[in-house]
């Protein structure tokens, strides 16, 4: 045997990283750590030499057992085009826009292998049905408002179907596409129980923060962050009891594959628990204690001011695009000054609305539709679809496929573990009923920037940041 590190392994100091997804029960087992002797070992295969010209052979066995090192004529390649790639029987994944995506085999990959366990998986923020109204203050809920699919869907659904008081909060982006301002003006017509609010941040200070961004991961890609920057204070002043969040649900299940929320955080009462366990120390303290989404606003917003707390950082867990956007934002500080010290006093006080999440499924009578749910929009608030008629995700970017490409490009080329969003997202909404699988796999080829040169949009985005 002449041993070599299999397709997708790297490795990094004393760990060796999977770059990819593979098939339970190795899901969230993407790293191995390693020996100080066995690291050696392993920065020396070369597909060279035999398994026995190595010093510590017994170190390689166990990785060959792992599948972490193979011979070299068993040593795989990515396609190098979605017309080369291999897709999941069942949804839109694929080993070209998921390099590293293994099959089982019956031909499915491990998102439809696991769907069914992670159905239930709403949100790591408390989900409620119904939101409950608030006499005696100016609002009953806020939601973040860009004008596409999702966040039209829970407008409409919360304004008209539960008949909440609502604000409207609109971060006006330089990037917003122009059929997303359209139904954001539609909206404001067809709703006018509603109040709508639209607030820009600084254009220096949006230009230093996107710079950075663009240092750190090659896009601009931070919303809604710059929102709670926007918004926050005025939402703890007017006493707003709630800031709803209404991601579609491919987009919430994309955080377990991509490791950015393990699968115990979504359960209720995992939840539960740690409010429980930070309002005993808030009480000891002397604090009024958080009710549910107020803890978890709260820590959101704590991490956008400061950067994640000493404990997160103590306990090795990582989330790249939090401490990115953490980190970028520090880049404003007279932007953020205000925002740091309304947290500061939030934090204080224990007065700041729930963050909460309304399921769309749910919503929906069981299936988020993306078909349905823009023919709905379109009927009920003048919603404006965009031209490429069979794009589902993200439909209020006019510069979407920049953060496809480098979340590609990075992962492909390994640079980041982060799984690409929307070849996820789309696997899921697929795999889920949400979209059709034809519909998906043409979204993939017609519409995203999962191609190997920047998309058309990518010369948008740099102008922004000269």
Same mark, same amino acid.
């Given at each position: 045997m002449t041993p070599v590190l299999q397709h997708r392994w790297k490795l990094e100091g004393r760990t060796l990283v999977y770059y990819g997804l593979p098939q339970p029960p190795r899901l969230f087992r993407r790293h191995i750590s390693l020996s100080p002797s066995a690291a050696r070992t392993v920065a020396m295969l070369d597909g060279l030499r035999p398994l026995e010209d190595y010093p510590h052979p017994s170190a390689l066995r166990r990785l060959i057992r792992l599948g972490a090192v193979v011979d070299v004529k068993d040593k795989k390649t990515s396609p190098a085009s979605l017309d080369e790639a291999r897709f999941c029987r069942r949804c839109a994944a694929n080993d070209y826009t998921i390099p590293g995506l293994e099959f089982d085999e019956h031909g499915l990959c491990p998102i439809c292998n696991t769907e069914k366990r992670?159905?239930?998986?709403?949100? %790591?923020?408390? %989900?409620?049905?119904?939101?409950?109204? !608030?006499?005696g203050k100016r609002y009953d809920a806020a939601v973040f408002y860009t004008g596409g699919k999702d966040s039209s869907y829970l407008l409409w659904h919360l304004a008209k179907v539960q008949k909440l008081r609502l604000l409207a909060l609109t971060w006006e982006t330089p990037f917003m596409s122009p059929w997303a301002r359209e !139904?954001?003006?539609? #909206?404001? %017509?067809?709703?006018?129980?509603?109040?709508?609010l639209v607030e820009r941040a600084p254009e220096e200070a949006l230009k230093t923060i996107y710079r950075e961004v663009y240092r750190r991961q090659k896009n601009v890609c931070i919303c809604p962050s710059v929102a709670y920057v926007l918004f926050f204070q005025r939402l703890v002043d007017w006493e707003v009891p709630f800031l709803i969040l209404g991601n579609e649900p491919a987009q919430c299940r994309n955080l377990i594959y991509n490791g950015m929320a393990p699968p115990i955080a979504f359960r209720p009462s995992v939840q539960r628990l740690a409010r429980w366990g930070v309002n005993l120390g808030r009480l000891l303290t002397l604090r009024r204690p958080f009710r549910a989404g107020q803890m978890e606003l709260f820590f959101?917003?704590?991490?956008? #001011?400061? *950067?994640? #707390? *000493?404990?997160?950082?103590?306990?090795?867990?990582r989330n790249e695009l939090v401490e990115n956007t953490a980190a970028s934002l520090a880049m404003a500080p007279d932007f953020l000054a205000p925002f740091q010290a309304a947290v500061r006093q939030a934090g204080r006080s224990g007065k700041l609305p729930a963050l909460v999440h309304v399921d769309l499924d749910d919503a929906a009578g069981g299936l988020y539709d993306w078909a349905g749910v823009k023919t709905l929009l379109a009927k009920e608030i003048g919603w404006v679809d965009a031209p490429a008629k069979d794009k589902g995700l993200h439909t209020s970017c006019a510069i979407e496929t920049c953060k496809e490409w480098s979340q590609f490009s990075r992962f492909r080329d390994m640079e980041t573990a982060i799984l690409p969003f929307s070849a996820v997202e789309l696997a899921l909404a697929s795999g889920s009923g949400s979209v059709d699988r034809e519909t998906a796999l043409s979204e993939l080829k017609q519409h995203s920037g999962f191609t190997q040169e920047p998309p058309a949009q990518w010369e948008v985005m740099l102008e922004v940041l000269r």
């Open positions: 992670f159905r239930k998986c709403k949100n %790591v923020l408390p %989900v409620l049905d119904r939101i409950p109204n !608030s006499p !139904s954001i003006q539609n #909206a404001k %017509v067809h709703l006018p129980e509603v109040d709508f959101t917003v704590r991490q956008l #001011a400061f *950067g994640p #707390a *000493g404990i997160v950082k103590a306990i090795g867990w």
